[in-house]
T-cell receptor
Framework: KQEVTQIPAALSVPEGENLVLNCSFTDSAIYNLQWFRQDPGKGLTSLLLIQSSQREQTSGRLNASLDKSSGRSTLYIAASQPGDSATYLCAVVGFQKLVFGTGTRLLVSP | DVKVTQSSRYLVKRTGEKVFLECVQDMDHENMFWYRQDPGLGLRLIYFSYDVKMKEKGDIPEGYSVSREKKERFSLILESASTNQTSMYLC????????????FGAGTRLSVL
């Protein structure tokens, strides 16, 4: 059974810092991996989707990497801003089904 | 933009009531999903559907049923609500079978008293 772990559970940084969020999964037989953002009390917004054949994806200040063999993905946020404060979730995609990590709660202070 | 709309943001019900959570998507997506989200447990899949009148159990289907009579609408039904079903419920849709991005609604926070 696929298990997805995100470390750390919470992170607090000052504005402007570059930071890395970690996601690990136990079964490397995945189709793709997705990173989401969730604001308090809201739904999920998809940030990046990495296909299993890819090693990374970039969108603006966000860069996500995937290493299937080691069961790891990282989300790199450059030059963090207070507006980046949210919970970040990774989800591993099997056929049709996503398995989610429990998220990293990020607080970026001005 | 894809829009997934959940009919209620907040809902308060009593134990034993029958509860309907509605979800509508406007992009002709084939697949629709219902999750619940609980602190420390993350999102867990309750049911999903590949097409009209089709449904598949997710990881935690007990105590729930679903209905998909039209392609754009996927309903989650709690036949007899219990306090352990107090949770945030999230609906999602994706275009076709396979490994696609899922688009989420804003969520319904259900409290069962």
């Amino acid at each position: 059974k696929q298990e997805v772990t995100q470390i750390p559970a919470a992170l607090s940084v000052p504005e402007g810092e570059n930071l890395v969020l970690n996601c690990s999964f136990t079964d490397s037989a995945i189709y793709n991996l997705q990173w989401f953002r969730q604001d308090p009390g809201k739904g999920l917004t998809s940030l990046l989707l990495i296909q299993s054949s890819q090693r990374e994806q970039t969108s603006g200040r966000l860069n996500a990497s995937l290493d299937k063999s080691s069961g790891r993905s990282t989300l790199y946020i450059a030059a963090s801003q207070p507006g980046d404060s949210a919970t970040y979730l990774c989800a591993v995609v099997g056929f049709q089904k996503l398995v989610f990590g429990t998220g990293t709660r990020l607080l970026v202070s001005p | 933009d894809v829009k997934v709309t959940q009919s209620s943001r907040y809902l308060v019900k009593r134990t034993g009531e029958k509860v309907f959570l509605e979800c509508v998507q406007d992009m002709d997506h084939e697949n629709m999903f219902w999750y619940r989200q609980d602190p420390g447990l993350g999102l867990r899949l309750i049911y999903f559907s590949y097409d009209v009148k089709m449904k598949e159990k997710g990881d935690i289907p007990e105590g729930y049923s679903v209905s998909r009579e039209k392609k754009e609408r996927f309903s989650l039904i709690l036949e007899s609500a219990s306090t352990n079903q107090t949770s945030m419920y999230l609906c999602a849709s994706s275009p076709t079978r396979g490994q696609n991005i899922q688009y989420f609604g804003a969520g319904t926070r259900l409290s069962v008293l």
